[in-house]
């Protein structure tokens, strides 16, 4: 089974993960089947799929819960390489952010507790906050690597400049962030930091409101709220689709899905070694896994760069 090093991590993963927002996600997604939600983990474990990345905000903790038990009853726990993130808290209803070190090393107890489990493999700071020095709030990560409570630190979110400042000490080994062929702005800055720093790169957000996975046509009927996204918005909407048009020759031509070509894509790219793509049904663990049997000769990965050059669509 094939496995990537997650940076300068020793985390050895399937490139092809689960964002996991949709397991148990309640407060993300309608209709959340909490049995269909386990059956997924079981389906991606039993297939080679080892790396979930989960988080406080996904169900208010119970994605984390539900991993949880299913780790439990699978009974390895070296099967699973977990990811977690926190930094919500609510204030009358609002959300604001807490990096605080009190509140990091609570959280990572409170993951540990929902997880069932002595460590979490990679642990994140799910957003900056406007308060803590970046570097401090990283500490209090480096603190919990040192006493064995997670293996390996992350940010999401953060920008260049948060980034650099939350790496001073060096302790950074993941940066999760906004990218995909329509939203490539990390490869003007963030790219070449995290490459020179060997921080490993996961992009969320890998197949941009499904629009990458190809299932969108011209007379694909879209609801007001897809209407209202830049990436469906009227004329941009059709250009797009000539854009994906160019996968699904290259999709056509390997006998696979646009999606395949669009996650394989990713793993090309230097700084990334795993890939994190969502899945609702236990099909589509399995055509996700897919990608990672997809190679692209140079040809195909240069077209695919020409042809969405320049996207920079939030």
Same mark, same amino acid.
Not at 98 to 104: A, G, I, K, M, T
Not at 157 to 186: C, P, W
Not at 204 to 217: S, V
Not at 244 to 252: G, N, R, V, Y
């Given at each position: 089974?094939?496995?990537?090093?997650? &940076?300068?991590?020793?985390? /050895?993963?399937?490139?092809? &993960?689960? *964002?996991? %927002?949709?397991?148990?996600?309640? %407060?993300?997604?309608?209709?959340?089947?909490?049995?269909?939600?386990?059956?997924?983990?079981?389906?991606?474990? %039993?297939? &080679?799929?080892?790396?979930?990345?989960?988080?406080?905000?996904?169900?208010?903790?119970?994605?984390?819960?539900?991993?949880? $038990?299913?780790?439990?009853?699978?009974?390895?726990?070296?099967?699973? @390489?977990?990811?977690?993130?926190?930094?919500?808290?609510?204030?009358?209803?609002?959300?604001?952010?807490?990096?605080?070190?009190?509140?990091?090393? +609570?959280?990572?107890?409170?993951?540990?507790?929902?997880?069932?489990?002595?460590?979490?493999?990679?642990?994140?700071?799910?957003?900056?906050?406007?308060?803590?020095?970046?570097?401090?709030?990283?500490?209090?990560?480096?603190?919990?690597?040192? +006493?064995?409570?997670?293996?390996?630190? *992350? @940010?999401?979110? !953060?920008?260049?400049?948060? /980034?650099?400042?939350?790496?001073?000490?060096?302790?950074?080994?993941? /940066?999760?962030?906004?990218?995909?062929? !329509?939203?490539?702005?990390?490869?003007?800055?963030?790219?070449?930091?995290?490459?020179?720093?060997?921080?490993?790169?996961?992009?969320?957000?890998?197949?941009?409101?499904?629009?990458?996975?190809?299932?969108?046509?011209?007379?694909?009927?879209?609801?007001?709220?897809?209407?209202?996204?830049?990436?469906?918005?009227?004329?941009?909407? !059709?250009? %797009?689709?000539?854009?994906?048009?160019?996968?699904?020759?290259?999709?056509?031509?390997?006998?696979? +899905?646009?999606?395949?070509? @669009?996650?394989?894509?990713?793993?090309?790219?230097?700084?990334?070694?795993?890939?994190?793509?969502?899945?609702?049904?236990? $099909?589509?663990?399995?055509?996700?896994?897919?990608?990672?049997? @997809? +190679? /692209?000769?140079?040809?195909?990965?240069?077209?695919?760069?020409?042809?969405?050059?320049?996207?920079?669509?939030?």
């Amino acid at each position: 089974m094939l496995r990537n090093r997650i &940076g300068r991590t020793d985390l /050895l993963v399937n490139p092809i &993960g689960l *964002g996991a %927002n949709a397991i148990g996600g309640h %407060n993300i997604y309608e209709n959340i089947d909490e049995a269909i939600s386990k059956k997924i983990i079981h389906t991606a474990i %039993n297939n &080679g799929m080892n790396f979930f990345d989960t988080a406080y905000f996904y169900g208010l903790g119970r994605s984390e819960e539900l991993i949880g $038990e299913v780790m439990k009853e699978h009974g390895k726990r070296d099967d699973f @390489v977990i990811a977690s993130k926190a930094s919500y808290t609510f204030v009358d209803k609002e959300v604001v952010h807490n990096n605080s070190p009190q509140f990091l090393t +609570q959280s990572v107890e409170e993951s540990l507790r929902r997880l069932q489990t002595d460590y979490i493999d990679l642990f994140y700071i799910h957003f900056p906050d406007d308060k803590t020095p970046k570097a401090e709030a990283v500490g209090a990560l480096q603190r919990l690597k040192e +006493q064995g409570k997670i293996r390996a630190i *992350g @940010v999401s979110n !953060f920008n260049i400049e948060q /980034l650099k400042e939350a790496n001073q000490d060096g302790y950074l080994e993941v /940066l999760q962030s906004h990218y995909n062929l !329509f939203n490539r702005t990390a490869e003007e800055e963030i790219f070449p930091y995290v490459e020179e720093q060997e921080i490993s790169f996961i992009p969320y957000f890998p197949l941009a409101k499904g629009l990458l996975t190809g299932k969108y046509r011209r007379d694909t009927p879209l609801t007001e709220n897809q209407k209202k996204h830049p990436l469906f918005k009227e004329d941009a909407y !059709f250009i %797009n689709l000539e854009k994906i048009d160019e996968l699904h020759k290259i999709a056509s031509e390997k006998k696979c +899905q646009v999606g395949h070509v @669009v996650l394989a894509w990713y793993l090309t790219r230097k700084p990334i070694h795993a890939v994190i793509p969502g899945a609702k049904t236990p $099909e589509q663990i399995l055509s996700n896994l897919q990608a990672g049997e @997809v +190679q /692209l000769s140079e040809a195909e990965m240069a077209k695919i760069d020409r042809v969405f050059k320049g996207s920079f669509i939030h």
